[in-house]
């Protein structure tokens, strides 16, 4: 089981940018499969990106070409960097290990999820 801890959450005016950090500990994070998530209120969560442990990536459509996810396996952390932000961006972030090897963005299969960090756009 790995433990996880976004940070980087915050007010930002549309078109504005952020950065999502997320640490890792507990786990062999540099093997695992990583994704980023949101949950806006009312909403399901929804997939935002993900990076394999060989770096490939997959986004959504809605984020695609403003949204990057990286990582750095030396510090053992995950990354969102968020630009051209807009206001249907407003969530709840949330970082998840899957279980799997592969670019699913089905919630159920990522194993373990940190606690959330908001980020709210606003117009």
């Known amino acids: 089981q790995v433990q996880l801890v976004e940070s980087g959450g915050g007010l930002v005016q549309t078109g504005g940018s952020l950065r999502l950090s997320c640490a890792a500990s507990?786990?062999?994070?540099?093997?695992?499969?990583m994704g980023w998530f949101r949950q806006a209120p009312g909403k399901e969560r929804e997939f935002v990106a993900v990076?394999?442990?060989?770096?490939?990536?997959s986004y959504a459509d809605t984020v695609k070409g403003r949204f990057t996810i990286s990582r750095d396996n030396a510090k053992n952390t995950l990354y969102l960097q968020m630009n051209t932000l807009k206001p249907e961006d407003t969530a709840v972030y949330y970082c998840?290990?899957?279980?799997?090897?592969?670019?699913?963005?089905?919630?159920?299969?990522?194993?373990?999820w940190g606690q959330g960090a908001q980020v709210t756009v606003f117009s």
């Open positions: 998840a290990r899957q279980r799997w090897d592969t670019y699913s963005g089905n919630p159920g299969d990522y194993a373990d």
């Open positions: 507990g786990g062999t994070f540099r093997t695992s499969t």
């Open positions: 990076i394999r442990w060989n770096y490939s990536t």
